[in-house]
């Protein structure tokens, strides 16, 4: 969805424009920064490529990326909730700290701690 905001923010008065008719509150929001807002999204959509990868091969640089990336989904959250979108907060603090719960939890990080190499003498 980021890779898909970012195209249609970067090249708009294509087709893809129109799935902003799924969110037209937010396009009105990210229209006026424009390309911009498009380059953060491409970055964004880069970052969640990069903990995808991580998070496959079970890298501990990928656990503590989609760590960072969900906690910064819980903080977006909690603004929406604080600034009377309340029910959109609610949902996606909800979601996401159930997801930061999860990733917490002790037999997820052992599944991503550093492997040790067994080195022979």
Same mark, same amino acid.
């Given at each position: ?7 249609? $923010? +970067?090249?708009?008065?294509?087709? $893809?424009? =129109? ?5 037209? =509150? &937010?396009?009105?929001?990210? &229209?006026?920064?424009?390309?911009? &807002? ?5 970055? +964004? *959509?880069?970052? +969640? &490529?990069?903990? *995808?990868?991580?998070?496959? =091969?079970?890298?501990s640089w990928g656990w503590r990326l989609?760590? *960072? ?5 819980? $903080?977006? #959250? ?16 909800? @979601? *996401? ?6 990733? $917490? =939890?002790?037999? @997820?990080? @052992? +599944? ?5 190499? #067994?080195?022979?003498?």
């Open positions: 969805m980021a890779l898909l905001a970012a195209t249609t $923010l +970067l090249f708009s008065g294509t087709p $893809l424009d =129109r799935v902003w008719s799924l969110n037209p =509150r &937010a396009y009105r929001e990210l &229209a006026p920064f424009g390309k911009m &807002a498009g380059v953060g999204f491409a970055l +964004l *959509a880069a970052t +969640l &490529a990069l903990a *995808a990868v991580g998070w496959f =091969r079970r890298r989609a760590v *960072a990336l969900i906690a910064g989904q819980v $903080l977006g #959250n909690s603004v929406n909730f604080f600034q009377g979108r309340v029910a959109e907060g609610a949902v996606g603090i909800t @979601i *996401a700290g159930a997801i930061l719960v999860y990733l $917490l =939890r002790k037999p @997820i990080r @052992i +599944l991503f701690a550093p492997r040790t190499k #067994n080195i022979r003498t």
